[in-house]
């Protein structure tokens, strides 16, 4: 019998010119977004670690080597199938796949082609050999839509996860740092192959390493160690209510409540954020992050935990208040909440740092009312300044907005209201990026999903405003119908000779703001290659902001006339659509957007509350 064999293997040993097969009862890919953002968070914060501007490439071999964890193989009739971490391979294909893209006009671009297929027999064969995936693997390396509709969910979840790389991958790392990001991921990060020859040894790997009784997680070092220095006879109480919260902390996607304790101890108590440049010392808001038990232990005495009765009002009180709360914006973030619709919106577009946020300004001895009016603050502050840097062509991608937000973070804890809408809003006054800022906005890939939500906002905001019942949660549904975005004018340049020279210029006219609506995808099957003028009696069915588009919307529609009216916004019909009227409709979006996203609306909900 051969031996069990370990050795850690960077991301081009593992996947350079190797193929890997899957049992078919561990083919499904079930990574969600956040799984996604982490991960690319992760990578770019331990790269800009090391990374200086104008630094040569050669440079990056000097870095040092960061550990992604292990996948196991078990060897038999000789293929390699993977036992455990086809979930992260998946992903870093997915990843590699997207960095090609990124370089397909670059003169520097670094060659990953074999370690995203190999040539077999003359035929491309993707590295991870899942024959249900080929069809969509194929289509996002070439470069060319796919429609995964009436596919399986593993092969839906790798459509997405993929326009997830797409718009979460950092700004900071798509110029002159790529070639250098490259080289490190696939040379750098390493992962340890272990390599079994027998399924059952395999398994038997894989059922040890994820024995949850053999490792103790941080949440539950940091609940002995709290618990070691209480009074014995309060022990007892004090544990039911821990372990009772992580319960319905976990049932949240918080597995463990790691989320929400990094985002407690960082809103409550980091001062300091370690600065990006090479050889930076690790602060308060980055040890909280990654070791939180152990930080929590060196800064006791700053948290006021000098004796028994400290620890125990630790927990009886603030950690009984703030995961609460948690739980409370993490309910808010998966269903629309009256009130927090601002967290659930901020929630669609992937912010997982506004956790920390509504809780910085939150202590325990504030009312329900109080509470639920500071959430409010800084979820539409939050809702602001995303929306405006979307607008703007801006990354709202971790690795940019962390220390901004770490700022803004350390500002506002424990403000009560006046004085944080006061704050908040002055924030927003000095942005220099606005609405007004950028009067060409169109939809790229990079953008289109934060798009489709800004124009389901403003869809549901024309027609909740005209008398209709809300419907933001269903244009933004992942559920029949699913709605997307569509240009009212077809993808066909010969038709518009007579305004464009070249189908470039066709197409960035065709791709601005005031070209587009947010429509059923059947809708665009049916009706989207056709001429505006054959198609616009067909958006009578559809929203009001479509339907605006004709002039039967502004007879015989009370709710609707009343608003265009009371608003002042210049809603106008169009019997057609040249370059003329998506300037004008453009104009029109740009007004309705400083009406939703207004940064008076902080003030007026302190004056209001």
Known sequence: ???????????????????????????????????????????????????ESGMAKSMVKEFPHYFLGSIIISQRDGKSFIVDGQQRL??????????????????????????IFSDHFGEKTFNLVVAERDACMEALFDGVPFDSSEQSESVQNLDERYQDIATYFPVELREDALPHFIYWLIGKVHLVEISAYTDEEAYTIFETMNDRGLSLSPTEMLKGYLLANMEPHRRTSANDLWRRRVQELSERRDEHGGDFFKSWLRSQYADKIRERRKGATAEDFDRIGTEFHRWLRNARERLGLKCADDFYQFVQQDFDFYSRQFLRIRDAQHSLTD????????????????????????????????????????????????????????????STMQYAMFLVMRDIRGLDAQPLASLLHDRLGRQTEQFQSNSRLRVHQQNRAYLR?????????????????????????????????????ANHPERHKDEFDHPIDFAEE??????????????????????????????NTQNLLARSLRPMAYERNPGFVQFVQQSGLPFRPHEQFKRTEIETRGKLYLKLAERIWNPDDLLDEVSQG
């Not at 064999?5 to 593992?14: D, F, M």
């Not at 300004?361 to 405006?388: H, M, N, Q, Y």
């Not at 065709?510 to 001429?531: C, H």
Request: with cysteine.
């Open 1 to 51: 019998m051969r031996p069990i064999e370990a050795k850690a293997k960077s991301v081009r040993e593992l996947l350079q010119d190797v193929r890997y097969s899957i049992d078919y009862y561990q083919r499904e890919y079930r990574w969600e977004a956040k799984q996604v953002r982490e991960l690319l968070d992760d990578l770019s914060e331990m790269f800009f670690a090391e990374y």
């Open 90 to 115: 998946t992903t870093l294909t997915l990843l590699l796949i997207f960095l090609r893209s990124l370089q397909r006009t670059r003169d520097d671009s670094v060659n990953i082609d074999n370690l």
């Open 339 to 398: 009130g927090l619709q601002h967290i659930f919106y901020n929630a669609g577009h992937g912010f997982t740092l506004q956790e920390m946020l509504l809780l910085a300004p939150l202590c325990p001895g504030d009312s329900e009312a109080k509470i639920k009016i500071k959430l409010r603050l800084v979820a539409r502050f939050v809702d602001i300044l995303l929306t405006w840097r979307i607008w703007n062509f801006r990354s709202i991608a971790y």
């Open 453 to 489: 939500r800004i124009l389901a906002r403003m869809t549901d905001y024309v027609e909740t405003a005209s008398g209709c019942p809300p419907s933001y949660p269903k244009f933004v549904s992942r559920s029949q119908p699913r709605y997307e975005i569509e240009h009212i004018w």
């Open 510 to 539: 065709r791709n601005r703001i005031g070209g587009l609506l947010l429509l059923p995808k059947r809708f665009n099957a049916s009706y989207g290659n056709v001429p505006y003028e054959e198609k616009l009696p067909h958006y």
